[in-house]
């Protein structure tokens, strides 16, 4: 129930009181247009080496989702194909948000990764875990499914980079857990995404496929196969 109340809060749903208990149930279970509301997932992280990370008081170790946000991009940029700079801001924009656009999905933590650092303990050792929730805010459409392309470069992410504080010597590493579908429609196993063997890591590294954003609007982004061979 609580992790369902932090969800609830972070997403910022407007309600109003006067509409009724009817009117604002009806707010939460559907997304911004109207339909049914937005695929969200449940993601279970696990550290392989320690995690230093700090907010703003320097005497709580805290896991933050800004440095996770900061890791999906920068692993965007090193394995994703650009023309240009402009080419590059135009589908940072697209699939993580700017100052006039929100993020196509969400990521929220579950509001219990915030501990009192002890006098040794000035870090998460590894085997630490933590909850993390992918919300969509965008529905897929025939371009572009936003969820599973956040959860594959969450995957790509926990590959190739880490988080938090002395990153270049191989603290914040974390691997995936678990991946579980919050929907009401649990058609979807996403856990079927998570590499299990060497084998599958290179894929999943490998498989990016190239985005073409239609520079006509700015507003649509075909993800296509890449031709690329794995050696």
Known sequence: MMKRIVYLALARISIDLDDGIKVNY????TDEKGGRYMR???IKLKLITQLISFGADQKKKEFRVTELKALLRNTFRELYYFKDLEDIRNKEAYLFGNTENKAPVSIV???NNVN???EKEKEFNEGTEFIIYFIERKK???NMDFLKFYINLLIQSSIIGGIG???YLGKGAFEILEIKNLSNEKTEDFNILIPHNTGSLVRKLCDIGELYLDNNNNKSITIRKSKKKIM
């Open 40 to 42: 969200k997932v449940e």
């Open 140 to 142: 897929k459409d025939n």
């Open 26 to 29: 009806d707010k939460i279970q």
């Open 109 to 111: 933590s579950d509001g």
């Open 116 to 118: 009192n650092l002890k």
């Open 165 to 167: 504080q002395y990153v």
